[in-house]
């Protein structure tokens, strides 16, 4: 088994102050400049590139705590009878 892990860090949870604007002719859908920031998310993946099976995580913290979390949440949804390498030698 072969498991591709990353991380994407600090994703900013924006809502627009207006509603977006509707196409019309000439012209594509708009959204306004400004916008009110709810805060901050971190996203973690992995990719079972044998079956395309993506396993995810949202946390609300970037720690290491939170990244062991979902390691342990990938083991466990690893078939018992498969092993996955440390990348160690």
Known sequence: M???VDEKSEIQALDRTQPRLPMGLGYLEG???D?????TTTLFAALDI??????TACKNRHRHQE??????QVDASVPPD?????GRR
């Open 67 to 72: 990244y062991l979390q979902f390691l342990k």
């Open 50 to 55: 044998t079956n395309g099976q993506v396993l």
């Open 2 to 4: 072969v498991l591709c």
């Open 82 to 86: 498969m092993a996955i390498p440390s």
């Open 31 to 33: 959204v306004t400049h």
């Open 35 to 39: 916008y009110v920031r709810n805060g």
